[in-house]
């Protein structure tokens, strides 16, 4: 059983589009966020309960939505909703490149990380597009990539980031490992003023690409190949770890 959630939200194209694609090859079920949770990171709910609502659409049953983040969904999935773990992990199909710095905020990205922490093979996939709505060739690829993921396995708590351009499958150039880059949203933020003379803010941006180095996820989706990066929890900086030690630390 493949489980695939999302954090665009239960009723969202991405995500059908991809249940679509993968149910032709594997038994798949739904466990994804009600509503939209997207850019709530690895968030998980600890001050209110979980709803779970049974959805059955044309007499056919499609999983549970649930009213919180993608970790939630993952982690209530494993341990409650499933009789037995899943054998893979898809989260997507995003709308929205996921590269660079901006990992850190995918609540995408989350999902198929907090299914790395519990020991499950997990990849995330995104479309590099808030506007384009034809999802086919991000959900071929998952079906193509995903029986590997599974015959191959994943060394132990790494997911994958796979980022696809959004162009026609005639305009891909391949697909390529990258590893994560360092570009991020520069945010600006449209000052606005409700009907009560009340101030308000509206957080916009745009992604600053700004790679050194050649081989990043944001370099080559631009170059319409699609990226795969392996990512990993941990994220300590063992570079520093001996520099750190040097320090004269008094307590």
Known sequence: MILITNDDGFNARGIR????????????????????QSAVGHAITLSSPLKVRKVVEDGEFLGYAVNGT??????????????????????????????????IYSGTVSAATEAATMGIPAMAVSLNSFESQDFSVA???????????????????VSLNINVPAVPASEIKGAVVTRQGKSRVIETF???TDPRNNTYYWMAGEMEMNEAEEGTDCELV??????????????THFKSLDTLKEWDIKI
Request: hydrophobic share 45%; proline share 8%.
């Open 17 to 36: 589009a991809l249940r679509a694609e993968i149910s032709q090859a594997a038994a798949v079920i739904m466990v994804a966020p009600e509503t939209e």
């Open 70 to 103: 993608p970790a939630d969904c993952v982690k209530i999935a494993v341990a409650v909703l499933l009789d037995k773990p899943p054998e893979l992990v898809i989260s997507g199909i995003n709308q929205g490149g996921n590269m660079g710095t901006c990992v």
């Open 139 to 157: 959900a071929a690829f998952a079906r193509k990539i995903f029986p590997v993921v599974m015959e191959k396995g994943l060394p132990e708590g």
């Open 190 to 192: 449209d000052k606005r």
């Open 222 to 235: 631009g170059k319409n190949y699609i990226s795969i990066t392996p990512i990993h929890y941990d994220l």
